[in-house]
């Protein structure tokens, strides 16, 4: 485990930092943290990059790393499972690994598909519909951003921070209208990328994996988006 340097404090809180955040978790890097740890081989599966270097990371107190490392394997491995178009996180999904990890036997599987229920898919195809728990990803990713803001700015996030997620939407009402503005919101973040100024820049060492955007429009008012997998997105916005 990493260790925070002596005095510094954590990155969400005033309390002490013990050891050092990765951001985003250590585990949505499913390819090498599972297979690596588990196997306890130092090759990879065929086709999936070793990219256990350069990760971000932030010092942190027990509460923010090691006491919410069950939240970070749930939300990682839900991110996976639901990253549809990305060959990358189908791959890791597929591992033999991985799939030990998440068979209705284990306690992350339980955890995942004690909610789900036969379904149809458009093609006619049977699935399984799953009722995941939102508001458990959100801390997640919550933390995630409050941590890459830390490690961009060397300031705690602001204020109150409020996620938001097109995959993992909750219909509060006015449901259309809601997608529609996170879709204006991602157009916004995708057309400052293809101008590559500097507001524009992708952020993070291995982004076919993870990146994200960060801008402050105005004093205090930070705007995260964060991609996983090239197409499962997050925001974070000052709330």
Not at 132 to 149: F, G, H, K, N, S
Not at 188 to 212: I, M, N, T
């Amino acid at each position: 485990m990493q260790r925070s340097s002596p005095g510094t404090q954590c990155y969400a809180c005033e309390q002490p930092a013990t050891s050092a955040e990765h951001a985003p978790p250590k585990c949505v890097f499913f390819f090498f943290f599972f297979f690596f740890f588990f196997s306890h081989r130092r090759d990879l599966p065929e086709g999936i990059p070793d990219q256990r270097s350069h990760l971000i990371t932030v010092p942190a107190c027990v509460a923010h790393n090691q006491a919410k490392s069950g939240d970070d394997e749930y939300a990682a491995c839900c991110i996976a499972m639901n990253a549809e178009g990305s060959a990358l996180a189908m791959a890791i999904f597929e591992s033999t690994r991985l799939r030990a990890m998440t068979r209705n036997d284990a306690s992350l599987g339980r955890r995942i598909f004690r909610t789900a229920k036969p379904a149809t898919n458009r093609e006619g195809q049977e699935t399984l519909a799953i009722r995941y728990e939102v508001a458990r990803i959100d801390r997640v990713i919550e933390q995630t951003a409050r941590a890459l803001y830390f490690h961009e700015t060397g300031m705690r996030w602001p204020s109150a921070c409020k996620i938001l997620c097109p995959r993992f939407f909750r219909d509060t009402g006015g449901h259309e209208e809601s997608l529609a503005r996170l879709e204006h919101l991602s157009g916004g973040f995708e057309e400052l990328r293809r101008r590559q100024g500097e507001l524009g820049v992708v952020r993070g060492a291995h982004p076919d994996v993870f990146w994200y955007q960060l801008v402050e429009p105005k004093p205090a008012s930070p705007l995260m988006r964060m991609m996983f997998y090239g197409t499962f997105e997050f925001f974070a916005t000052a709330s």
